[in-house]
Every structure is written in structure tokens, then in C-alpha cells.
């Protein structure tokens, strides 16, 4: 079973200690999460973003749910069980969001959340295919939306086929999936030639300014050449009567810049042997 680091370890376990036991387990770990502490942590990522103008929850849910998994732990509860009771209540809960009961909505939601951060925290891969499963099925659009988050959270570099299928087909429940994605190549040791080219051609392709700024962005931090490239070149021209005005500086500066490089100076991805080389696909 993994072992999860929390902070505040004395506080969460005088909780542990106080849950009945003679109560269900998904009983258990609401219990648990319900009487959590704010973590260190919870509080200084609330006051940094509110110092910024950031609205952010109160509902420290990644601090309740490493409660709830240590809770598991102590009790020597595995893990499969709890992530299938995780997955149950997530299931109840969408039900009842999605018929909005006005009377049980609010908590229902809030339940969701907290179980899906268990899935989340945990880490655990086996929860992927249910999380695809919620961000397509529910009639609901947040909770298609924060469980295709949910998924690129665990997934990490790896969700890239669940991205461009999102991107293709579900476009209106991307946003969040697609930033996080977008921030973890960013921060990621190596990215993947499938990753870069997946972003270079949607890039180019696609006509909203503000996600192509988005990846533009993370293009410049990831791929050596790109921001005086002649890709990048085409896409600000592209983009600089956006409908986004922050979209539309951003690639006027960009155009702009690499303008003031020589052509013969500028990198070309789709010349032979680089990135875009259409010859690269047709190799076996």
C-alpha cells in the first residue's frame, strides 16, 4: 500500500483516533474528512492566492483527503477498497447533483469533490478509466470537466492521448485539463517528440487565440528554437486580430520580435530530420 505524507500528522491522527468504527467505511472517511484541520500548507496557498486576487475554497479538499487515506492506512484498510468506496460515493453524488435536488445538491457536490480527491491523491492509475468514464457520461459540465482535471492529474505526461481525444471531441469540458497539461510538461525532466508535435500542429491549426497563446507559451519553455522559429512566426500572424486582446498583443509583440531575425536565421521545424519533417511520419 502507498504511504502518504501529511502535514499536520499529530492533528490528523487525534481525528483518526475519534471516528466510530462501527459506522460503513464511506461513513468513515467522511467522517474523517469533515473534521480535518486546515493543513500549513492550505493556509499558505490560500493567503498567497488571495494576496494575488485569487478566489480560492476553503475546502482544504487535498488536506482531507490525505486524512482520509492515512485514515486507511492506520486501519489497515487497502487501498482497492478504498478507492472502490471512493468511486461509489462519486457515483451517488453525481446522481444527485445532476437531478439538482436543491435540498441535497450543495453537499452532494462537496462529497464528490472530496472522493475524487482521494482518487487523485492516491496517485493510483487504476482510477483512470473511471474518471474518463465521468468526464464523458455526466450530464453535468463541471463534473465532466473536473473529473477530465482529475484525470491529467494522475496521468500526468501520460495523458496526452486523453487530451488530444478531449480537445477533438469535448472541447467545452477542456479548459482545466488542458492549463494543468499544459503546466506539467512545462515542468517536466523531458518531454515527449509526440507531446511537442501534438502541441506545434494544434497550435497552427487551431483558431482559439487564447489557448494557442497558452501553448505557445509552453512551446517557448519546452522546445529549443521555437520562439524565433518560423512556426511560431506563422501562428503570430495568425493570431493577431484574435477576438482575445490579450491574445492579440501577445502575438503582435511575438511577430514583431522574430521579424527583426533573418530568415536564414530563423529555425524551421519542418526542415529534414527536425521535429515536423513530414518524412519523420513515414518512417517505420
Known amino acids: 500500500m502507498k504511504r502518504i505524507v501529511v502535514i499536520g500528522v499529530v492533528a490528523l491522527v487525534t481525528v483518526v483516533q475519534a471516528v466510530a468504527e462501527n459506522t460503513t ?3 468513515r472517511l467522511l467522517a474523517v474528512m469533515e473534521d480535518t484541520p486546515w493543513g500549513d500548507s492550505d493556509r499558505e496557498y490560500y493567503k498567497q492566492n488571495r494576496a ?6 476553503f475546502d482544504h479538499v487535498e488536506t482531507r483527503a490525505k486524512a482520509a487515506l492515512l485514515y486507511a492506512q492506520d486501519k489497515g484498510i487497502p487501498l482497492e477498497e478504498v478507492l ?3 468511486k461509489t460515493q462519486i457515483r451517488t453524488s453525481c446522481a444527485i447533483v445532476e437531478a439538482n435536488d436543491p435540498q441535497k445538491k450543495s453537499r452532494a457536490e462537496t462529497y464528490r469533490k472530496w472522493m475524487q480527491e482521494v482518487l487523485v491523491t492516491s496517485g493510483d492509475l487504476t482510477s483512470l478509466p473511471f474518471l474518463e468514464e465521468m468526464s464523458r457520461g455526466s450530464s453535468n459540465r463541471w463534473i465532466r470537466e ?4 482529475a484525470y491529467v492529474r494522475i496521468a500526468g505526461t501520460n495523458a496526452l492521448p486523453f487530451i488530444r481525444s478531449l480537445m477533438a471531441n469535448h472541447r467545452q469540458d477542456s ?3 488542458f492549463q494543468n497539461f499544459l503546466k506539467i510538461l512545462k515542468k517536466a525532466p523531458d518531454v515527449t517528440d509526440e507531446s511537442l508535435v501534438f502541441l506545434c500542429e494544434f497550435a497552427g491549426q487551431d483558431d482559439n487565440g487564447y489557448a494557442v497563446k497558452l501553448m505557445d507559451e ?3 519553455e519546452i522546445l529549443p528554437g521555437y520562439p524565433t522559429s518560423a512556426q511560431r512566426l506563422t501562428i503570430a500572424g495568425r493570431h493577431i486580430a484574435s477576438d482575445f486582446t490579450s491574445a492579440k498583443e501577445y502575438f503582435a509583440s511575438a511577430k514583431a520580435e522574430i521579424e527583426k531575425i533573418p530568415e536564414t536565421q530563423r529555425k524551421d521545424f519542418r526542415a529534414k530530420g527536425e521535429l515536423l519533417d513530414p518524412d519523420r511520419k513515414k518512417e517505420p
Open 84 to 86: 472502490g468506496v471512493a
Open 25 to 27: 467505511l464511506v461513513d
Open 218 to 220: 509552453a512551446l517557448c
Open 146 to 149: 473536473d473529473s477530465a482535471y
Open 52 to 57: 494575488a486576487g485569487i478566489y480560492v475554497s
Open 175 to 177: 479548459t482545466l485539463a
